[in-house]
């Protein structure tokens, strides 16, 4: 079993930052890619940004310039470092780890949720 948390989302005013976290712990042999998304208008999450292990990103459109993903492969941790936020990043935020376990089973695990939310 694998498990994600995410911690570092909360309320912050138009044009501020925050850097959100996600650790995976559990039945781990390799992290593949990670990633994060967000929820978008519809019932479709939304990618933000993805890295690979060997530090590859992508990003959405919507984001270039202002989010930076990362990762510690020591830690098992993702990071999304995310600047000039506006209202319309107002969502909750997910993670998501492609994992291969001991078992050499290769699988998608989500976390929970963290929310973010931008004033203007």
């Known amino acids: 079993q694998v498990q994600l948390v995410e911690s570092g989302g909360g309320s912050v005013q138009s044009g501020g930052s925050l850097r959100l976290s996600c650790a995976a712990s559990?039945?781990?042999?390799?992290?593949?890619?990670m990633g994060w998304y967000r929820q978008g208008p519809g019932p479709e999450r939304e990618l933000v940004a993805t890295?690979?292990?060997?530090?590859?990103?992508n990003y959405a459109d919507s984001v270039k310039g202002r989010f930076t993903i990362s990762r510690d492969n020591a830690k098992n941790t993702v990071y999304l470092q995310m600047n000039s936020l506006n209202a319309e990043d107002t969502t909750m935020y997910y993670c998501?780890?492609?994992?291969?376990?001991?078992?050499?089973?290769?699988?998608?695990?989500w976390g929970r949720g963290t929310q973010v939310t931008v004033s203007s």
């Open positions: 559990g039945s781990i042999l390799r992290l593949n890619v």
């Open positions: 998501k780890c492609n994992v291969v376990n001991f078992a050499g089973t290769t699988r998608d695990y």
């Open positions: 890295i690979s292990s060997a530090g590859s990103t």
